[in-house]
């Protein structure tokens, strides 16, 4: 089987898949660029305090 059914509508399992790995790509992107944020906000004040 590779369709699913939910209220008589049937949506291809690729479809499927293509929206989660979309879902969880949007996800990571925005984790990553926080991870980003905080290493420059905590290396700049490594910098300030070293001065």
Do not use: H
Request: charged letters at 35%.
């Amino acid at each position: 089987m590779n369709q699913i059914q939910e209220r008589e509508i049937w949506i291809p399992n690729g479809e499927v898949k293509r929206y989660y790995l979309n879902k969880i790509g949007k996800w990571f992107r925005k984790i990553e660029s926080e991870w980003e944020a905080q290493i420059f906000n905590s290396e700049k004040q490594q910098v300030l305090e070293e001065k």
